[in-house]
């Protein structure tokens, strides 16, 4: 039998014991889903005495190993990537090794499972991703995919977000679904929180951050238990804070913006150094151990938009966040404004449009090229599309939660 085939006859068995289940569920009720499992889209989580029954719980490891492998290795690309979370879906112990075979973003450069947008890019080539504006209805969807033209019905959602007006800020609330923004829901991802003026933006995330930097992530407010289900708590975790620079002068030239990153460690770029990845997506009423959050007796600086501003010279440990500033355009005078070089993603010119490199001080460990290094790069290419792509340090999520700000209306910043 060809792997196609085989995979072919896999989804037909899945299907299979989708409709033998669909009985229990009705009868039983659905049963919350945690973000941790893996499955396809739309899919719902199958009883374990029904996945127990399926005959491909018992082939060899070894076997059901090469089998797995050979289908990532063959389908590197979406949509034909769905074939290998599917192969994740079928039982406990397929699930298990598929997670074994699957690299992280970083390793292989293809996003796979839903941790995988919480986890850093890869380092040689950025993914290449748009995001699609609906005035609307305020919702912003990411897709992986070059553009809508070349990536056409192919595109993989990704992410999305709409805005919520208030009267003091505005809040962008991201989920891995387009029409669920619930903080309540298991789609939802984190937010994005601005303050009065729209010159600082706050960025939670659901999910903790990583234990060596919780000393820099601040749990935001904890929503009451009668305002959501008891099943559902949920914590937000102050993980970035974006800061544009007031325009006071009102001056021409593109908005000016820092983004301080507290889960992600400046020694991260360093030579020989890595991100925190994220394997799994952790329960948000899991309790970790004082000592991993307690603050030590080594020196950690509070960073904040206010500190930054006010010092130009900022002291750097080991436990130190990574800061992002945009890269400087330079004036062009044919064309008569500022231009960046986008590598052609970027096709129409627009305020928002940036690119972010990492902010580096003399004396640390870092090669000329990365600090040359465009780490984020976000433009307009058409109307209400815009392309966005990133590379480690930056998760998707991350990355878009930052672009998202550029969509917010910024008088005094222009």
Known sequence: M???????????????????????????????????????????ELPCEVIDQSPWANMPPELLHDIIKRVEASETSWPARRDVVACASVCKSWREITKDIVKTPEQCGCLTFPI?????????????????????????????????????????????????????????RISFVGNDFSQASNNYVGKLKSNFLGTKFTVYDSQPPHPVMQSNCKPGRKIHSGQVSPLAPVRNYNVGTISYELNVLRTRGPRRMQCTMHSIPFSSIEVGESAPTPTEFISSNKQFPPSSISKSKESIIAFSSTSLAESNQPIYTRKSPLILKNKAPRWHEQLQCWCLNFKGRVTVAS???????????????????????????????GKDIFTMDYRYPLSAFQAFAICLSSFDTKPACE
Do not use: W
């Open 2 to 44: 060809s792997l196609k085939g085989f995979v072919r006859e896999l989804r037909e068995i899945r299907d299979d014991i989708s409709n033998i289940s669909i009985g229990k569920f009705h009868a039983k009720g659905m049963r919350r889903r945690g973000r941790a499992h893996i499955a396809p889209e739309g899919e719902s």
């Open 116 to 172: 995988s947008l919480k986890q850093p890019g890869p380092r040689d080539a950025p993914i290449q991703c748009f995001i699609r504006r609906d005035r609307a209805t305020a919702t912003y969807l990411l897709y992986l995919g070059l553009s809508p033209a070349l990536s056409g019905d192919t595109s993989k959602l990704l992410l999305a977000a709409k805005k919520f007006r208030r009267a003091a800020s505005t809040t962008f």
């Open 351 to 381: 305020v928002k449009n940036f690119q972010l490199v990492a902010a580096v001080e003399p004396g640390r460990n870092v090669p000329a090229e990365e600090q040359e290094r465009v780490i984020l790069q976000f433009g307009k290419i």
